[in-house]
């Protein structure tokens, strides 16, 4: 645990005096293929060529040399993923040899059993009737594979938008039982008919930021703190996307906001909790670099 503080300080001294970006936080695409068709999706569709196993840690290593010490693995479906008789288990095994922490995000329609990564996370997005709309009739099989799992550091993720916010206290009340906590994000506009419906403006997510941060402290388990929920409401926090790298299924890696190369950057549109913490924990904001802490469950390496 100390050497991650003197990492995270070291990060901060190169910034403040030398002018130095480090990114800390990695997000690694290893493929745009899923066997789901959100509704909300923009990758799903998307094709091309996938890595093999030595061009993904050729990848880890180079974002390791960037600075990169939290590496999140996502898709697409990244369960899917498969180089021969390699598959996800050996990307997280190779990665945990240089990172921190190393994280999933699945769609939670396979099984969640003896997954070696350190935080895991299922999205979730919606009560039975909603979920099928969004994400196709799965909500039975993704809760079966949840009440299964064996992860002992199991989050859920809420994308909320116009069809589901209304059930979320209902959300967060039926996973509080089933996992250790809830993340949150609103839905981005990467462009299509589909966002028409989806998306919530800023002008509208006030009140349900507000009913968060009363469930929050009602005592369930929302994890993002008070402090980035109420600068969501106007997106007003300092954003140092610059701690944030991502890699693509083609090998391209670049540093800074979620939807570069991805989409069409707006911060008005923006709705990335997790953008909203890591600044915040880079501006010493205690509660958000604690909620890290107790996320990312950090290793020595």
Same mark, same amino acid.
């Given at each position: 645990?100390?050497?991650?503080f ?6 901060f001294?190169?910034?403040i005096?030398?002018k ?22 923009p990758?799903w ?5 996938e890595?093999?196993f030595?061009e993904v ?6 974002m390791?040399?960037?600075?990169v010490?939290?590496?999140i693995f996502?898709?697409? @479906?990244?369960?899917?993923w498969?180089d +021969? /008789?390699?598959?996800i #288990?050996? *990307?997280v !095994?190779?990665a ?7 994280g ?10 003896g ?12 009560m039975? @009737? ?5 994400r +196709? /009739?799965?909500?039975? #099989?993704? *809760?079966? !594979?949840i ?19 209304s059930?979320?206290e ?5 996973l ?5 906590g809830?993340t ?6 990467y462009?299509g008919?589909?966002?028409k ?6 002008t ?12 929050k ?5 929302v994890?993002d703190?008070?402090?980035a ?5 106007n ?24 939807i ?37 469950k950090?290793?020595?390496?």
């Amino acid at each position: 645990m100390s050497f991650w503080f003197f990492y995270f300080f070291k990060v901060f001294f190169r910034k403040i005096f030398f002018k130095v970006n480090t990114p800390i936080l990695g997000g690694f695409k290893l493929t745009h293929r899923c066997n789901l068709r959100c509704y909300h999706c923009p990758f799903w569709g998307r094709t091309g060529k996938e890595l093999s196993f030595a061009e993904v840690k050729n990848i880890l290593d180079k974002m390791h040399e960037m600075g990169v010490r939290i590496m999140i693995f996502e898709g697409g @479906e990244p369960f899917l993923w498969q180089d +021969g /008789d390699k598959d996800i #288990r050996d *990307v997280v !095994n190779y990665a945990k040899k240089k990172y921190f922490s190393v994280g999933i995000t699945t769609n939670g329609t396979l099984s969640m059993k003896g997954i070696p990564s350190d935080v895991l996370w299922v999205s979730f997005d919606g009560m039975r @009737e909603t979920y099928s709309k969004i994400r +196709g /009739d799965v909500f039975d #099989r993704i *809760v079966k !594979n949840i009440d299964e799992s064996d992860h002992k550091n199991l989050y859920a993720n809420i994308t909320i938008n116009r069809i589901n916010e209304s059930e979320l206290e209902e959300m967060v009340k039926f996973l509080s039982e089933k996992v250790k906590g809830i993340t949150i994000q609103f839905h981005y506009p990467y462009g299509g008919e589909e966002d028409k419906e989806l998306f919530i403006p800023l002008t509208e997510r006030i009140g349900i930021l507000d009913r968060l941060i009363n469930l929050k402290k009602a005592g369930y388990p929302v994890m993002d703190t008070y402090k980035a929920l109420n600068l969501m409401k106007n997106n007003d926090w300092k954003c140092h996307d610059w701690l944030i790298a991502n890699a693509n299924p083609d090998g391209t890696v670049s540093q800074g906001c979620y939807i570069k190369n991805r989409g069409e950057v707006n911060c008005q549109y923006c709705g990335f909790a997790a953008h909203a913490e890591i600044s915040l924990g880079f501006d010493l904001h205690f509660p958000s670099i604690n909620m890290g802490r107790k996320i990312f469950k950090y290793r020595t390496i």
